[in-house]
């Protein structure tokens, strides 16, 4: 059996109108887990760059519950994913629970999750989403042509997975020696191959408000997975070449005997069709080299994924890469 210190990860932008009762069911769960697995914890809360009250109920939190609760503001939005990384990199404990502020995930599912890491041998506690919500036809499309291309092209098999993930101190580590500045969390957590079990989850209603996720997050994520995993799509561009070159050839023989025999292929049509095949399929390679470029510029300028304006009660533990 094991015992530890248990952080608590939440990344929240805009979630002001209900956090204060929300962080209330939270804290009573985490208060209620055994002490023989849960020896004392903290609560990291991340203000992604708010616009409403949120960094205000925050501070009425941390002067409330100065020794769990810590808060980091964000100087502006920089997206979940950075702030997921911020909490990582300022928790202290020996497991990390990350889960989203609006209650959709449900808070009771971490007395199973403990006690999966407390029993040993288990570093990393996925929850698997049991059944999908109320989604639009188009976004269940997207993420199954993402899953499909995920398990595919990149061999990882995150169908149904979440970011309501329990982690390991040795995992946190792990993590945080990653240098990608544009981490997919989920993604990653699976790569890193620690040993884990899964959870079956069933997602809630949001506490109040509407999901922060629009199609165009949505889509940059996608991109930002795909292309961190596997570099398929440049070669899919290769083969594409060598398909139109074949196809060329073929064609080209066929119009020289059409010609050597007097019959021409019908021009005008002919040739605007191949025309605009052609520059479609030259613009497509071109924006997939170009996907991979944008990520290889990003990564280069090796900015920071976060700036913090203010933090109550937290400081960054360092890592290797600070030394
Ligand atoms: N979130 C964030 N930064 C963002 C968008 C969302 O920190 O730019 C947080 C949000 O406050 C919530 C969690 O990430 O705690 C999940 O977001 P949301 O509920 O909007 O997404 P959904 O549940 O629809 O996937
Ligand atoms: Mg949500």
């Known amino acids: ?38 020896a004392g914890w903290e609560c990291i809360l991340v203000d992604d760059g708010s616009t409403d009250g949120t960094w205000e109920v ?17 100087s502006r939005n920089f997206g979940k994913e950075a702030a997921i990384r911020a909490g990582l990199e300022h928790a202290t404990g020996d497991l990390a629970i990350v889960m989203d502020g609006d209650l959709q995930h ?28 109320n989604e639009s036809l188009l976004y269940r499309l997207g993420v199954y042509g993402f899953n499909f291309l995920m398990t595919r092209a990149a061999g990882r098999h995150l169908v149904g997975d979440s970011d309501y993930k329990l982690l390991d101190r040795k995992v946190i580590d792990a993590f945080l020696e990653l240098r990608e500045r544009r981490a997919f969390f989920r993604g990653l957590v699976n790569w890193m191959g620690f040993r884990g079990a899964n959870l079956p989850l069933h997602i809630r209603e949001r506490a109040a408000g509407k999901t922060k996720f629009n199609v165009k997050n949505l889509v940059r994520l996608g991109l930002t997975a795909l292309t961190s995993f596997s570099t398929i799509a ?19 023989v066929y119009t020289f005997g059409a010609w050597l025999l007097g019959g021409a292929v019908e021009g005008f049509t002919t040739m605007i069709l191949l025309q605009l095949i052609v520059g479609s399929v030259i613009m497509v390679a071109l924006g997939i080299i170009g996907e991979y470029l944008s990520i290889i510029y990003t990564e280069v300028k090796g900015r920071p994924p976060y700036f913090l304006a203010e933090s109550i009660h937290a400081e960054k533990r360092t890592t290797h890469h600070d030394e």
Not at 22 to 37: H, M, Y
Not at 58 to 74: I, M
Not at 106 to 131: Q, R, S, Y
């Open 106 to 133: 449900p808070p009771e599912l971490m007395a199973d999750m403990v006690n999966l890491w407390a029993a040993g041998g288990i570093d990393v506690v996925n929850t698997v989403k049991a059944e999908r919500g």
């Open 58 to 74: 925050l501070n009425n939190l941390a002067a409330q519950y100065p020794e769990q609760v810590r808060a980091l503001r964000f």
């Open 1 to 38: 059996m094991r015992q530890g210190k248990l952080t608590v990860i939440i990344p929240l932008y805009c979630e002001g109108e209900h956090f204060r009762e929300s962080f209330t069911v939270i804290r009573e769960v985490v208060d209620g887990l055994p002490a023989s697995q849960v």
């Open 234 to 252: 440049l070669h899919f561009v290769t083969i594409l070449g060598f398909l139109f070159a074949g196809a060329s050839f073929l064609l080209g």
